[in-house]
């Protein structure tokens, strides 16, 4: 009971970060002076196209680019009709995206699951391989298995990702027959989804699952292992011992429970960094991730798109930190009754 | 027959470096207690860690034997691992000093305390709960279901030792090793744990090995006596001997420095009281405590109505157990916390200069009240910074307060580590050069830097080990004379107090009870709390033993006190003076 309450509460505060973010990018998107139009107006002038300019000032007019700009806010997301009324974010339209000349949802739709499936997948791997390594590297501390962990891990972090890419595309074209580039055969694209359409994106996933995911798992795997390392000198690890606990009952009941947290908190960061962090490599891998499409966005100040894409990851990370924050009242009592220690 | 415990030529060393243990002997009989004590570094935890072989990883067993067993001894340092962890907490169990860290946060404790049976005797979860439930039962849980229930951090300090009691109790082990087992305690919860423990070894006849440095709780428990220093056994035998007629001169030593509660005292005289540095008015200081993010606030009142005077130049302290108030009384004789609308506090840094508020300076007034008022804290390792030599940690309050040139000040650094018995060639040094009791001089030192008048002592001496804490405080009230200072000194233990202070004011959950100095405190207890502080802190004398169980009950609840004291919920009688300068809450 007092969970789902502080769940509703928890979902409330996100609301509220996620309107105080849109408010942020707005302004930080319209920082740079002029828009994608009034720089698209003042180069058709200069070449003389008059057509050009007719359209360009319709567009203008029509998503209310000349109207003061906390205007264009309020009828971006909706919350104040715009030339066709009530339509923005919280009426479902993401607005026209003026570099392809397409509604922003066309442009982003597939993009939008496929980096949801991309990151999901990296996170996924960044648990599987820090969860073992971290633990084992701390119960054997200073010893091989320790040095090699953190050997590997330090590679994973010090090795640009892109260069990871090449070379595992490379490698595993050669000696495993894995594809190269792109989130699914050519032939399935625009197709809908059919047994072989999934596997064929299963497929293209490995790679960059790995390439997103290494620096993840090593700097998680270092975490952990200091966390653990911490925890394991504490009286109570004694206790257990005391008690007759064989080592790795041990390990896994008391001092692991107490290093998950910042394990479980750290989900909500994960997110953003790797949807950041994984922009150069969709680039260099060709993935229709929603990646490349900000950077084109940001880079011609297309606002509309770009304002969405960056919405999206803000909802991710307001997401995954509620999912942390949630999973933390789960697992810590001491946050679950709100008690100090001491 | 056999000992149970038979320890011989125990040497431990950690590297290449000599052995910080050295050749421990000693045995103990089934049903027997027996107190291993030594100040800190003497390497008493080693050697009964040792019996469990939970040592940490760098330390090594070089030699020696622990036999155990009194049919068929088995030597513990040569089982195999496996072998090893079915002893651990079936047969030998230990409690440790610190019951909050000892038990995990996060698990229940009856979880915690069930995973023993589920360990040793196999038992499925509702048969180990029915065991454990009984043993909260006997070690004296109100309700033992929801005691199961709860996580440590949701009981008191005792609670939780009683918790860890339980987990060692649970599967009857014949021999059970305390380490430190009260030294976290306040003296009355103390008596509690100690009165458990003897209970629960008459009752299944185990042995007990005690680690303390307290002889008082030596005398109290022990049949036999292990007194180590620096890795060796000093003396041993059996406890009326050791305590009775100390043969060593190190266990003389330890005796001379244990304050001991005045035995028969006279009443003393009234302390005048025309002349006062600090003076406490009507302070009231009330905490409002938020639950977590979803729970309503809740008023905890840590001062009420207290009111203290202190004379210039004496040293006026204020006992009491955790949570009674005492420390948020200091913080508010310093400036550090405001007490609540209507308390006045006044200070007055020399005889004719004029009473300042310190509950409402100006900027100028606190630059100035802060020079004259200095604190000395209770944890000397954690109150100096490791990052700064002496000469930096005692110059940075002159620099604070721009007083004198580079120079001056390095020569009045070097002229307050000779106060406080340093050499002041030590000025280069790191505060981890030195050992518990010099660090506790420099921060003496320091706050002498700045020539105060009041000095607030906040538990300066319970960090420290019983030799050395003599040491401190014949320095305290040395500097007190000479430099004319006055004392605030805030401690929990009655035969400090009883040493340093002119006027003691006894503190029960944020009201003073009784105050007087202490002669006639010790010697004319009026207030059942006073009474029952007294009685339940155990003397290092073995013909004069406290009764655990009595005294363990402290002085209960307002409403079962003498009809003079008696009162409900929070209304408290007034503070009268009964006899001149002795002061007691009753109705009068």
Same mark, same amino acid.
Not at chain 2, 181 to 186: N, S
Not at chain 2, 459 to 464: F, G, V
């Given at each position: 009971m007092m969970f789902i309450r502080y769940a509703g509460y928890r979902f409330l505060t996100m609301l509220l970060t996620l309107w105080v973010v849109s408010i942020l990018v707005f302004v930080i998107i319209n920082l740079p002076p002029g828009d994608y139009l009034s720089n698209q107006i003042a180069e058709l002038r200069a070449t003389g196209q008059a057509e050009g300019v007719a359209k360009a000032e319709f567009l203008r007019t029509e998503y209310a680019l000349d109207r003061p700009l906390w205007e264009q806010y309020f009828i971006w997301v909706g919350m104040m009709p715009g030339p066709q009324g009530f339509s923005g974010l919280l009426q479902g339209d993401f607005g026209w995206s003026f570099e392809f000349d397409r509604p922003v949802s066309e442009i982003v739709g597939d993009a939008l699951w496929l980096t949801v499936l991309v990151n999901l997948a990296a996170v996924l791997f960044v648990y599987m391989v820090a969860l073992p390594l971290g633990v084992i590297s701390a119960a054997r501390s200073e010893t091989w298995v320790d040095y090699t962990a953190g050997f590997v891990g330090y590679l994973g972090l010090a090795t640009p990702n892109f260069l990871l890419a090449l070379i595992l595309f490379y490698y595993g074209h050669k000696y495993l027959g894995l594809p190269i580039g792109g989130m699914m055969n050519p032939i399935y694209e625009g197709q809908p989804m059919s047994p072989g359409k999934v596997q064929s994106i299963l497929v293209h996933l490995i790679v960059p699952t790995f390439v997103i995911g290494t620096s993840g798992a090593a700097g998680m795997m270092q975490r952990l292992r200091a966390n653990m390392l911490d925890e394991l000198s504490k009286p109570y690890v004694e206790t257990a011992k005391a008690k007759g606990l064989s080592p790795s009952k041990l390990l896994s009941k008391y001092p692991l429970r107490m290093a998950f947290n910042p394990f479980v908190a750290d989900i909500g960061n994960l997110l953003p960094a790797m949807v950041s962090g994984s922009v150069l490599v969709s680039v260099v891998l060709g993935l229709q991730t929603i990646g490349p499409a900000l950077l084109a966005a940001l880079k011609s100040q297309d606002q509309f798109l770009a304002a969405f894409v960056l919405m999206f990851v803000a909802l991710l990370t307001l997401i995954g930190t509620m999912i942390s924050d949630l999973l933390l009242v789960l697992l810590d009592p001491r946050i679950r009754y709100g008690a100090r220690e001491g | 027959m056999a000992p149970l415990l038979d320890v011989q030529g125990l040497t431990i060393g950690f590297g290449d470096a000599p052995a910080v243990v050295t050749g421990i002997n000693f045995s103990v009989e089934p049903g027997e207690t027996l107190a291993l004590v030594g100040e800190s570094g003497s390497g008493k935890t080693l050697t009964c860690r040792s019996v469990l072989r939970i040592l940490p990883g760098t330390a090594q067993l070089r030699a020696g034997q622990i036999k155990f067993g009194t049919q068929s001894a088995i030597d513990l340092l040569s089982l195999d691992e496996r072998a090893m962890r079915a002893i651990r907490g079936d047969r030998i169990s230990m409690i440790f000093q610190e019951p909050m860290r000892s038990l995990s946060p996060l698990h229940r404790i009856g979880n915690q305390v069930a995973e023993v049976l589920h360990l040793h005797r196999g038992l499925g979860t509702a048969a180990a709960k029915k065991l454990v439930l009984e043993t909260f039962e006997r070690v004296g849980f109100a309700d033992a279901e929801r005691a199961y229930r709860a996580y440590p951090f949701e009981m008191s300090g005792g609670m939780r030792q009683r918790a860890m009691i339980a987990m060692a109790m649970v599967a009857k082990p014949d021999l059970l090793i305390a380490d430190e #087992? =009260? =030294? /976290? *305690?306040?003296v009355t919860t103390q008596a509690q744990v100690l009165g458990l423990i003897k209970d629960l070894q008459k009752e299944t006849g185990m042995a007990v090995v005690l680690v303390t440095h307290d002889l008082g709780v030596v005398a109290n428990m022990a049949e036999k006596v292990v007194v180590m220093n620096k890795g060796r056994v000093m003396e041993s035998g059996p406890a009326t001997a050791v305590l009775g007629n100390p043969g060593h001169g190190y266990t003389q030593k330890l005796f001379a420095a244990a304050p001991m509660i005045p035995e028969v005292a006279e009443p003393a005289d009234a302390l005048a009281d025309d002349d006062l540095i600090l003076n406490l008015k009507n302070v009231n200081k009330t905490y409002t405590v938020r639950a977590g993010g979803w729970r309503a606030a809740k008023k905890v009142h840590a001062c009420i109505d207290v009111n203290l005077q202190l004379q210039r130049g004496t040293t006026l302290a204020v006992v009491g157990e955790s949570g009674s108030g005492k420390t948020t009384c200091a913080r508010i004789a310093l400036g550090a916390e405001l007490p609540d609308n209507g308390s006045e506090v006044l200070f007055r840094e020399t005889s004719s200069s004029d009473p300042v508020a310190v509950n409402a300076m100006t900027r100028a007034q606190r630059i100035a009240f802060q020079r004259k008022a200095q604190m000395v804290f209770q944890d000397p390792y954690s109150s100096l910074s490791p990052r700064m030599r002496v000469q930096d940690a005692l110059t940075e309050p002159m620099e604070i307060h721009n007083l004198g040139n580079r120079s001056e000040r390095r020569e009045k650094a070097a002229e307050m580590l000779r106060w406080v018995g340093l050499n002041p060639d030590t000025l280069k040094r790191y505060p981890h050069a030195f050992s518990g009791g010099q660090r506790q001089r420099l921060s003496i030192a320091r706050a002498l830097t700045l020539d105060p008048s009041l000095l607030v002592c906040d538990? #300066?001496?319970? /960090? *420290?080990d019983v030799s050395v804490q003599e040491q401190i405080l014949t320095l305290l009230e040395d500097i007190r004379d000479r430099m004319g200072l006055s004392y605030l000194f805030i401690s929990h233990d009655l035969a400090v107090v009883s040493r340093i202070a002119d006027e003691v004011a006894v503190m029960r959950q944020g009201v003073v009870v009784e105050q007087a100095a202490p002669d006639t405190l010790f010697y004319n207890p009026r207030h059942p709390y006073t009474k029952a502080l007294i009685a339940a802190q155990p003397e290092p004398d073995v013909n004069r033993p406290i009764d655990l169980n009595l005294v363990s009950k402290g002085a209960g609840a307002p409403d079962s006190w003498p009809e003079m004291f008696r009162f409900k919920g929070t209304q408290a009688p007034a503070l009268i003076e009964l006899d001149p300068g002795h002061k007691v809450r009753c109705h009068a």
């Open positions: - | #087992p =009260t =030294t /976290a *305690l306040d538990e #300066p001496t319970s /960090a *420290l």
